[in-house]
């Protein structure tokens, strides 16, 4: 089954304790991306990989870093987590960017909590 | 600059039909797209249509694309209970590399 795996599904942390959140694509998908969800303020993107060890900064990339050593993960790593940081966020893949009607498949999110 | 705009809130009563607006900036988009997201879910494709076009249906969902206005909308006919979700928006200009959401509009659905 097509699915993009998200780990963990909830955190509860707490300010400037590091943490990483895994996201997996099993569909060798060269795009692979991450969005934090905050009410009223819809889907930012925060980065973004073309391809394995092809990363960009989306809209919103202070306070994080991701990697793309292999072309299935993407993990997102928030070095020093501050509040502002407590979110809903989502990875996603394709196999490009966009056009031609491409399908993003997204995770199912993991909820993080900064205290 | 690039935005997707939408209202934040819909409510219709069960078994009518929703319509849900966006209006969009970036004239160059070739495809325009729906996501659905389900309480507690990740974003769903929905639907899509290619900017060539007028009007696309699929079963109870019609999609209409005004170029001229750039302004799409989503109809949802015989709306059910299932169909409560928040419904994005999205564009992809055809010079970026990233898909732009809209906020996101809330079907709620009165009984």
């Known amino acids: 089954e097509a699915q993009v795996t998200q780990n963990p599904r909830y955190l509860i942390t707490v300010t400037g304790k590091k943490l990483t959140v895994t996201c997996s694509q099993n569909?060798?998908?060269?795009?692979m991306s991450w969005y934090r969800q905050d009410p009223g303020l819809g889907l930012r993107q925060i980065y973004y990989?073309?391809?394995?060890?092809?990363?960009d900064k989306g809209d919103v990339p202070e306070g994080y870093k991701v990697s793309r050593k292999e072309k299935r993960n993407f993990p997102l790593i928030l070095e020093s987590p501050s509040p502002n940081q407590t979110s809903l966020y989502f990875c996603?893949?394709?196999?490009?960017?966009?056009?031609?009607?491409?399908?993003?498949?997204f995770g199912e999110g993991s909820w993080l909590t900064v205290v | 600059g690039e935005d997707v705009e939408q209202s934040l809130f819909l409510s219709v009563r069960e078994g009518d039909s929703s319509v849900i607006n966006c209006t969009y900036t970036?004239?160059?988009?070739?495809?325009l797209y729906w996501y659905k997201q389900e309480p507690g879910a990740g974003l769903q494709l929905l639907t899509y249509i290619f900017s060539n076009m007028d009007m696309k249906q699929d079963q109870r969902l019609t999609v209409l694309l005004n170029k001229k206005d750039k302004h799409l909308s989503l109809r949802i006919a015989d709306t059910q209970t299932g169909d409560s979700a928040i419904y994005f928006c999205a564009e992809i200009p055809n010079r970026d590399d990233k898909i732009i959401f809209g906020k996101g509009t809330r079907l709620h659905i009165l009984p």
């Open positions: 569909m060798n998908h060269e795009y």
């Open positions: 970036d004239s160059s988009s070739t495809y």
């Open positions: 990989s073309m391809n394995v060890e092809v990363t």
């Open positions: 996603a893949s394709s196999p490009k960017p966009g056009g031609t009607g491409n399908t993003i498949y």
